[in-house]
């Protein structure tokens, strides 16, 4: 299913950024208006994890219970974008991990890692998918830490994660553009070769940019695009997630 994102509606959104992360500019409440203005039913915040400079201390998912699962009608789920370390590491503890409703995590600069090269960058996202709480790979796509994308194709099916579009990174208001074309429209074919789900989200860091995706229309508008291929294309598809996510989890918990 192939057109613009006014006609696929996608009304949901899981990247998005708020003051807490240090370099946004949104408190949650107005992210939430920017959502409700655009017609978006649902967005997940998902500030940085603590090794972004500038970024929130632990206490600030911890506390992520005195925050309303709704405001102005759109539902909040409660996330984080870490960042990953060597080794795949996360900067959050698995205890910390399991307060959440939704995980992304992707390499970041400043953030301690000693990563180097594009192997190093691979088998560290890699590594990271294995994290059970591990939902998302954020902005897998992108010049300065790139991926192998066949290998991070086959891990992301193996380990059931979702990878992501990101608007963000073909936005006119950057000075720089962070992402490769030909090789997102090349995720759109990975993604049905391996079956894995792609989600199309904003990386917010403005009320006004939530759910923002017309710097995707490249991908909207590509013969590979599938939209059944996006686990965020309806509010549905996403609580459907994240339902069998809590329960794949609590079965884990019980496991261990």
Same mark, same amino acid.
């Given at each position: ?158 380990? &059931?994660?979702? @990878?992501?579009? +990101?608007? *963000?990174?073909? %936005? ?8 490769? !074309? ?43 695009? &599938?939209?059944? @291929?996006?686990? +965020?294309? *309806?509010?549905? %598809? ?8 809590? !329960? ?9």
């Amino acid at each position: 299913m192939r057109g613009s994102v006014n006609v696929l509606k996608i009304n949901t959104d899981l990247h998005t950024h708020t003051v807490a992360s240090g370099h946004a500019y949104s408190t949650v409440d107005e992210m939430a208006k920017g959502a409700f203005t655009k017609g978006i039913k649902l967005i997940a915040v998902t500030d940085h994890g603590p090794q972004m400079p500038g970024g929130p201390h632990l206490y600030h998912f911890g506390n992520f219970s005195i925050v309303p699962d709704k405001l102005y009608g759109v539902r909040i789920i409660k996330g984080v974008e870490a960042n990953i370390l060597d080794e795949g590491k996360l900067d959050l503890e698995a205890e910390d991990l399991e307060r959440l409703d939704f995980v992304s995590a992707g390499i970041h600069r400043l953030t301690g890692h000693n990563l180097k090269n594009k192997k190093d960058y691979t088998e560290a996202t890699i590594r990271a998918m294995k994290n059970p709480h591990l939902d998302m790979i954020t902005h897998p796509v992108q010049r300065e830490y790139p991926l192998d994308l066949e290998s991070a194709a086959r891990a992301a099916a193996e380990n &059931d994660v979702i @990878l992501e579009l +990101n608007a *963000s990174s073909y %936005s006119p208001k950057k000075d720089h553009t962070r992402g490769i !074309k030909s090789e997102s429209l090349r995720l759109l074919r990975l993604a049905k070769k391996y079956g894995f789900k792609l989600a199309v989200n904003s990386d917010a860091h403005f009320h006004d940019e939530v759910g923002e995706y017309s710097s995707l229309d490249f991908i909207f508008e590509s013969e590979d695009f &599938d939209l059944d @291929l996006i686990i +965020n294309h *309806s509010q549905k %598809s996403v609580i459907n997630y994240l339902k069998k996510r809590e !329960k794949r989890l609590a079965k884990l918990k019980k496991s261990v």
